[in-house]
C-alpha cells in the first residue's frame, strides 16, 4: 500500500504544480516583461540586478493576474477563451488562490526592496493601478476610455520605466547636461508603447466582447462596438508602428536605432499588413486566428527582438 501512495503523489504534485502555473497566465503578460527589458537595455547595458528585478516584475505581473482571474471568475465562465482558466473552472479554489497571490505579491516585494529599494516607488503605483482596474469600488475595466488609459500605462509606460530605473537612467538632477536629451528620449519612447499597448488591449476587448456585454461589464469594445473598436485598434497599432520612422525623418532622439527599426519593420512588414487585415474584420474566427497566432509566435519573436537590442547596444557603445 504504502508503495502506491508513493507512486500516485508525484503525478499529483506535477498536476497541482501546472494548475498553479497555469495560474500565473505568462503568455498574457510577456509583452509586458518584454517592455520592462527594453527599458533597462536601450540607454545602456543591462547592469548587475537586471535579472533579479525582472524577477520581482514577473512575480508581482502574476500577482496581478491572479487577482484579476478571482474577481472577473463568474465572467471568465462564459468566456469560451477564458472559462478554462484555474480559478473559473475550479480547479484551483479561492483559497489557494489567494494563498497564492499573497505569496507572489510578497516574494516580488521583497526582491525589490532587496535589491534596490528606491524601485519600490514605481512598482507600488504599477501594482495599485491594476487593482484599481479589477477590483470594486473602482472597477476601471468598466469604465470605457478609461480603461484603455490603464492598459497603456500599466502595461506600457509603468513596465518601461521600471526597466528604465533599474540602471537609474533618470534622476531629477538637470544640471547634467544630458538629462534634457534623455527626458527627451524617453518621451518619445513611451508614445508608441503606450499606443500599441492600447491597441494590444482592444483587440483583446473585442474577443472578449460577448461574455463582457452579456456580464455587463462596460468596456470601449462594448460601449462603442467591435467594428468601430477594431477601427481604432488598428489606427493606433499603424501609428505605433510608424512614429519611430518619423522621429528618424525629423532627426529626434536615438535616430542609430532608428536606422535599425526601419530595416525590422521593412521585414515585418508583410506581416504587419496581415495583421491589420484581420483587425479591419473583427469577425470571431478573425480574432482566435489572431489569438492562436500571438500564443504561438509571441514568446519566440519577443525574445528574438530583446537579443537584438542587446546586440545593438553593445556596437553603439
Not at 501546472?18 to 533597462?40: E, Q
Not at 489567494?98 to 521583497?110: A, D, H, M, P
Not at 456580464?215 to 499603424?238: C, H, M, P, Q, W
Request: proline share 5%.
Amino acid at each position: 500500500m504504502n508503495g502506491s501512495i508513493s507512486q500516485s503523489n508525484p503525478p499529483n504534485i506535477r498536476l497541482k504544480g501546472a494548475i498553479y502555473l497555469r495560474a500565473l497566465r505568462f503568455r498574457s503578460w510577456i509583452g509586458w516583461l518584454f517592455i520592462f527589458g527594453v527599458g533597462s537595455t536601450l540607454f545602456a547595458l543591462p547592469t548587475y540586478n537586471t535579472f533579479p528585478i525582472s524577477i520581482s516584475f514577473s512575480s508581482i505581473t502574476a500577482a496581478i493576474f491572479v487577482v484579476n482571474q478571482y474577481f472577473d471568475r463568474k465572467s471568465d465562465t462564459l468566456n469560451p477563451q477564458k472559462k478554462n482558466l484555474p480559478i473559473a473552472s475550479g480547479e484551483l479554489s479561492i483559497k489557494s488562490a489567494c494563498l497564492l497571490f499573497v505569496s507572489l505579491l510578497t516574494f516580488g516585494l521583497f526582491v525589490t526592496a532587496t535589491v534596490d529599494f528606491s524601485l519600490i516607488s514605481l512598482f507600488l503605483p504599477y501594482f495599485a493601478l491594476w487593482i484599481a482596474y479589477s477590483i470594486p469600488p473602482f472597477n476601471l475595466k468598466k469604465r470605457p476610455v478609461l480603461d484603455l488609459f490603464v492598459a497603456g500605462v500599466g502595461s506600457g509606460i509603468l513596465p518601461f520605466l521600471i526597466g528604465l530605473q533599474v540602471s537609474h537612467q533618470l534622476t531629477m538632477d538637470f544640471s547634467l547636461p544630458w538629462m534634457g536629451s534623455k527626458y527627451q528620449g524617453v518621451c518619445l519612447c513611451v508614445v508608441p508603447i503606450f499606443l500599441f499597448q492600447v491597441s494590444s488591449h482592444i483587440f483583446q476587448a473585442i474577443g472578449d466582447y460577448e461574455a463582457d456585454k452579456e456580464d455587463g461589464i462596460n468596456t470601449f469594445v462594448v460601449k462603442y462596438g467591435r467594428e468601430r473598436s477594431a477601427k481604432i485598434g488598428a489606427l493606433l497599432f499603424f501609428i505605433s508602428f510608424i512614429l519611430p520612422i518619423i522621429y528618424g525623418l525629423f532627426n529626434l532622439y536615438l535616430i542609430e536605432f532608428v536606422y535599425w527599426y526601419l530595416l525590422l519593420f521593412l521585414i515585418f512588414s508583410p506581416f504587419i499588413i496581415y495583421l491589420l487585415n484581420l483587425f479591419r474584420n473583427p469577425i470571431k474566427e478573425n480574432i482566435n486566428l489572431l489569438l492562436r497566432i500571438s500564443n504561438r509566435i509571441t514568446p519566440f519573436l519577443l525574445a528574438s527582438l530583446y537579443v537584438c537590442i542587446i546586440l545593438l547596444r553593445n556596437l553603439l557603445i
